[in-house]
């Protein structure tokens, strides 16, 4: 990146392990895609194809061919892998995303609850095929994990082969390492940052209070998920300190004065 101004952090060039950024579509158009990636392709690594979006949404398959023509991975929500697993359906599933060239898959259990052995296999079965992340913690409100929880279940969920564990918070980010009012869970976020590898984690961080909030403690190539296509460059601007939010968050201490 040709650096302007002084003082910006150094940001990895793609394909990168730290700094990742996931953002959410859930049902852009084919002319959304190309405009989204046309000024966002640079900052944006994976793009998830929201939910179980892609069986319904026109186009999504020249989408697919958008996202990787711009060197962008596409891959589809995790709520989808559940949806078929839910009706027996796994063989289908990776027929299904054979059919559409994605070679990433995302495996979650966040809807469905699934026997973590079992979800430990289908990670490992779909690994010896795909490149595989896969999203710890549940959807559901009623379902809370204590940190010891959510570093075991990551910890093993990398050893089976996923490459990336997400910290689940729904689109919304008003649950899993959240509290409801979108607050920050510091005993749970700091419990897995403690034991599990922070370039290994992608936080979900829809809104801009949570991803400033990651960037002051992580530093800017903390790995962030779910943002929103909008949200890109606002996301980038934070992540070098060219918002209010970071302003003087790499700047040397004479200047913050």
């Keep these: 990146m040709n650096k302007v101004l002084p003082y910006l952090p150094d940001r990895p060039v793609k394909p990168r392990n730290s700094g990742i950024t996931m953002v959410m579509d859930k049902g852009l158009s084919i002319r959304e895609a190309?405009?989204?990636?046309?000024?966002?392709?640079?900052?944006?690594?994976?793009?998830?194809?929201?939910?179980?979006?892609?069986?319904?949404?026109?186009?999504?398959?020249?989408?697919?061919?958008?996202?990787?023509?711009?060197?962008?991975?596409?891959?589809?929500?995790?709520?989808?892998?559940?949806?078929?697993v839910i009706r027996n359906m796994?063989?289908?599933?990776?027929?299904?995303?054979?059919?559409?060239?994605?070679?990433?898959?995302e495996v979650s259990d966040g809807s469905y609850d699934i026997e973590?052995?079992?979800?430990?296999?289908?990670?490992?079965?779909?690994?010896?095929k795909v490149t595989v992340i896969s999203e710890v913690g549940s959807k559901k409100k009623d379902v809370v994990y204590t940190p010891d929880e959510w570093v075991a279940m990551m910890k093993s969920e990398l050893i089976a082969g996923s490459i990336k564990v997400i910290a689940e918070a729904r689109e919304s980010g008003t649950t899993g390492i959240y509290n409801e009012d979108g607050s920050i869970n510091n005993k749970i976020i700091r419990g897995i940052a403690e034991h599990v590898k922070l370039e290994n984690v992608i936080w979900?961080?829809?809104l801009k209070s949570q991803q400033a909030w990651f960037i002051k403690h992580f530093g800017a190539n903390v790995n962030l998920g779910n943002i929103a296509p909008a949200e890109i460059i606002p996301l980038e601007s934070l992540r070098l300190g060219l918002r209010g939010d970071t302003f003087f968050q790499f700047l040397p201490d004479k200047m913050k004065q």
């Design 204 to 206: 979900e961080a829809p």
């Design 34 to 84: 190309e405009d989204f990636m046309s000024v966002g392709s640079e900052y944006t690594d994976y793009v998830k194809l929201g939910f179980g979006t892609s069986l319904i949404t026109p186009g999504f398959e020249s989408k697919i061919a958008i996202y990787k023509k711009a060197g962008v991975i596409p891959y589809f929500g995790g709520t989808l892998f559940e949806a078929f």
């Design 116 to 128: 973590h052995t079992r979800k430990l296999d289908y990670i490992a079965r779909l690994a010896e």
């Design 90 to 105: 796994f063989k289908e599933f990776i027929d299904f995303v054979e059919k559409n060239g994605i070679d990433l898959v």
